[in-house]
């Protein structure tokens, strides 16, 4: 990364695939951040960069890239593989670390607290933790076969529901046809990866439109 490119992410600020760090606090944090890249469009992690977009400069580039590896190899499953940088901006010394789109997604965070085994996502500026519905299509993009849909009485329901409302939730879909809601999740699934469904992510929870 030049000096130029960085100039111009620090005007854009933080995003999608765009996160700043005042320093590596802990691997654990760092690895979620990783992890949400990998998982989504892939990204860039600026430390010695304050929220507001302030240099700041790191005090131990050696110490901070160590624990860098640290999140990657240790609280990554699949290990991710960084591309560090170090950079002079400002007379200060930032590191930017590029996390690449996976093609072994999803990335789960190993972890000895309550979000163990659980897989991260981007969301605009956020890392948040993805649906069950979210990684099973994560998984499905290691799947070659091609997508097969049946249409039923259940799917016949569906498409007219969101002809008529434009959105649905795997529990409306699996009370509007009394279903369970992992056979509900299953079918929407299915729908988004035949490009009949698309998902969107909310804070709030996901929910299924037409494509």
């Known amino acids: 990364m030049t000096p130029e490119q960085l100039s111009s992410i620090l005007f854009e600020g933080e995003g999608l695939t765009v996160e700043f760090k005042r320093k590596v606090s802990s691997p654990e944090k760092i690895a979620r951040a990783m992890i949400a890249f990998a998982n989504t469009y892939g990204g860039v992690l600026i430390f010695g960069i304050d929220d507001d977009g302030s240099v700041v400069g790191v005090d131990s580039e050696k110490e901070e890239i160590d624990l860098v590896f640290t999140a990657a190899k240790q609280y990554c499953y ?26 072994t997604k999803p990335h789960y965070l190993v972890s000895s607290n309550g979000d163990a085994g659980k897989v991260f996502i981007r969301l605009g500026s956020q890392n948040v933790i993805a649906s069950d519905e979210m990684v099973k299509l994560l998984e499905s993009e290691q799947n070659d076969q091609p997508v097969r849909i049946s249409i039923g009485e259940n799917e016949r329901r569906l498409l007219n529901y969101l002809n008529n409302f434009g959105k649905i939730t795997v529990k409306e879909f699996s009370n509007l046809v009394k279903i369970s809601e992992s056979e509900a999740a299953d079918i929407l699934v299915n729908f988004v990866r035949a490009g009949v469904l698309e998902i969107h992510i909310t804070e709030d929870g996901d929910y299924f439109t037409l494509a």
Not at 88 to 99: L, M, P, R
């Open 78 to 103: 699949p290990q991710i593989e960084p591309k560090i940088e170090i950079l002079e901006f400002e007379g200060k010394d930032v590191i930017v670390v590029t996390i690449e789109q996976s093609k």
